[in-house]
Structures are given as structure tokens and as C-alpha cells.
């Protein structure tokens, strides 16, 4: 099976190849920093417009690297939300088009779907169910993943993501973006304990998250301490808080074969050195996917569009582009709206 995969949700334009049998045949990815940079974030229209200029060639060069023709594909596999709406509908529109064109049947992925089974593209060990931190740009929800299009909602943040505080920060201490590897960099010269940070909704019985409260602080400080002390002692609290709810939630999943990161913050040195101590302590498997497979990615949304494809689900061509999906629709209504 060979399924095409285009990502285009935010801020990355990406094209992938990847095959039945975890065999990623070509990944390309065009960033969009220098466009965004001015700006201190992501500028919604410029995004879109950039993802028109790059998505084409990118899946010529995605269809040359792994040296195949649009003809022998299996399936299509595009994002077709939650994001940007101007970003999400240029990668499904070009989705569309191209598998009416060749003939092939499409598949409209979650984006948070594709970062969920990500770790599987990885590890081809990984069986359901598994317990999921998904920490990125826009999401921070611990998800019992029990099987493809099955996820159980344990927690989310009722504020920030994680990865948004951490650009935030960055925004703060004018590191520029994309904040998260800036901070991460700065952190690794800084003193964690220099400043005591908030750490909210440590011990709170349920495993949800709040980061708003962290950005209120640190803007109290900056210019008290150097750049490299908050971002050290902020990572240092971010971390904190990851593993207490994640500790919280491993309670709840009894059956998990694993615990598992995905998404933008999972390429985090610290959060995937405290995570994995955390598993060990509970006697739990480990997985984290590769780092370029934690950020946004296409090879991520091919693969989940071959485990959709396998378990026989596919998407006609009207399929809307949504800008809000989440992956536990049980779990949004009792929670109301938000994240
Ligand atoms: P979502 O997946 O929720 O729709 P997104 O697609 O924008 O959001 P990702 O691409 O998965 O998010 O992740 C990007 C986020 O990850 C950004 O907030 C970025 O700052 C953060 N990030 C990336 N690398 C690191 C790092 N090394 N340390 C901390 N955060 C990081
Ligand atoms: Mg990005
Ligand atoms: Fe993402």
C-alpha cells in the first residue's frame, strides 16, 4: 500500500510517500519562519498564501524522491482540519484534486490524528491501546488511543498549549520565532531553580492542564534574570507540570501496552528526558517519535491515512475543511467549547 500525504494546518507545507509497511519514501517540507518572523507568529493569510506557492512543488518532489507517479498510489491523504482554515482548505483542496484526477480514493485526516499515530510510523511495536500526551502548538490533552479513529479524551488544558506558552515565552524574552527550540536552546544555558514559577493545577485530582498563569509570570520577571534563567526555570515548570497530570492519567489507562509523546513539544530534550523516567517508574514502555517526526510533518498524515485507509475508511470529495475537530467529540461536549 502507498498512500500520498499533504500537511499544510499551519505553518509547515509538507508532502510525504509512506508505505503500508512503515517505509517512508520521501518527506518534503518547506517552513515558513522567514515569511512569519516579522511578526513574532503565524499571520493566518500569509500562511495560506504560502502553502498555495509550496504545496505543488513539494508533491512533485515528494512523487521524484520516492521515485513514483501519482498513478501508483493507493490513496490520498490530506488535513482537512483542526487549523487554519485558509491553510487547511488549500491542502485538502489540492488533496482533492488530486485524487479526482488520478482516479484514487481520498482520505481526510486529523491533523491531531496524525500526530496520535505518528508514534506507530516510528515503532512497529506500538499496539492499542496506548496512553497519549499530545502536547503541540494547539493542543495539550492526554488521549487513551484504543485503536484508528478511537480515542478517549482524559484530559485537556483549559488555557494554553504547552508549545503556545512556550511561544509565548519566547515572544517575552525575544527570542523570536518559532519559540520552542529558541527556549529549549536558552534553557540549556540557564539555571532551572533560579526562579520559583508557578506550577498550575499540580495535584489537582484531575488531569487537566492550565499554562496561562506560567506567561503572567514570567512577564513579571523578565529583565529581573536573565534570558537563560527564565527559560530554564519556565521549561523546568512546564516539565513539572507534564508529568504530574501524565502520572495522574497512567492511573487511568491500566491496559496501556505504552506511554507515549507526540506533537511540536515532544521534540523537547527535557519533556521527553522527564516522560521517559516517568514510564520507567510505572513500568511502562516508552515511545517517542523521532524529532522531525514530532513537529508538523506529512509523513505523519500519510501514515494515518494508511491506517484509516486499511481499516477501510475513506472520505468523499465534498468532505469539509474544518478549523475546529476534536478527536474525542464525547469529550468536547461535556467539556463544552475549547481546546
Ligand atoms: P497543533 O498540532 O496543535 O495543531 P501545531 O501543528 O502548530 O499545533 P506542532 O507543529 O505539532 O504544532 O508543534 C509546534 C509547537 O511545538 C510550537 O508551539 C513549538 O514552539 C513547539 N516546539 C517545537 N520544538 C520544540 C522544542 N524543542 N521545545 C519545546 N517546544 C517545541
Ligand atoms: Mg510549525
Ligand atoms: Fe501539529
Redesign the pocket.
Known sequence: MLILGLES????TAAALVTGDRRVLSHALAGQEAAHQPYGG?VPEIAARAHVEALEPLVAQALAEAGVRLGDVDAIAATAG??LIGGVMVGLVTGKALAHAAGKPLVAVN??EG?ALSPRLSDPDLDFPYLLL??????CQLLAVEGVGRYRRLATTIDD????A??KT?KLLGLGY????A??RAAALGNPRAIAFPRPLKGSPEPHFSFAGLKSAIARVVGQYSAEDIAASF?AAVVDCLLDRSARAIAKVPNATAFVVA?????????RGALSALAAEHGLRFVAPP?WL???NAAMIAWAGAERFAAGFTDPLDVPARPRWPLDPGAEAVRGAG?
Not at 506533537?263 to 519533556?271: K, Q
Open positions: 494546518s499551519c505553518d509547515e503565524v483542526p487549523g491533523h491531531l500526530h499530545l502536547v503541540s502548538g494547539g493542543h498549549a504547552a508549545g503556545e512556550f511561544d519566547a518559532p519559540g520552542g527550540p527556549v529549549e521549561q506533537g511540536g513539544v515532544a521534540a523537547n530534550g527535557a519533556v524529532l514530532c513537529t508538523d481546546v
